[in-house]
């Protein structure tokens, strides 16, 4: 059974740090490209940040780029999601997401919130 786990979220002040976990079962986690989403409440699901399967090329949005780090570690079948200087724009539902083309699938987890106060 396949399973995406995030933990991690909770309420920062402005400023404020948090790291994100999601925890990867069921599937061959090494072999998968995985990103994190985030949905603010009213506002369409944003892609955050993404990482390669072997982890040598990540890819952030431009509203968090040099702020959030996204990591993984393939003996944990773990990815992370490391955000600072997090802001009230920063409060969303964060998800993350498990993508690979050969054979076509992707998994969501069923996210976890983090909310930024100012």
């Known amino acids: 059974q396949v399973q995406l786990v995030e933990s991690g979220g909770g309420l920062v002040q402005s400023g404020g740090s948090l790291t994100l976990s999601c925890a990867a079962s069921?599937?061959?986690?090494?072999?998968?490209?995985m990103s994190w989403f985030r949905r603010a409440l009213g506002k369409e699901r944003e892609r955050v940040a993404t990482?390669?399967?072997?982890?040598?090329?990540?890819n952030y949005a431009d509203s968090v780029k040099g702020r959030f780090t996204i990591s993984r570690d393939n003996t944990k079948n773990t990815v992370y999601l490391q955000m600072n200087s997090l802001q009230p724009d920063d409060t969303a539902v964060y998800s993350c997401?498990?993508?690979?083309?050969?054979?076509?699938?992707?998994?969501w987890g069923q996210g976890t919130q983090v909310t930024v106060s100012s």
């Open positions: 997401n498990a993508y690979n083309i050969l054979p076509v699938s992707q998994y």
């Open positions: 990482i390669s399967a072997t982890a040598d090329m990540t």
């Open positions: 069921g599937f061959t986690f090494s072999t998968y490209t």
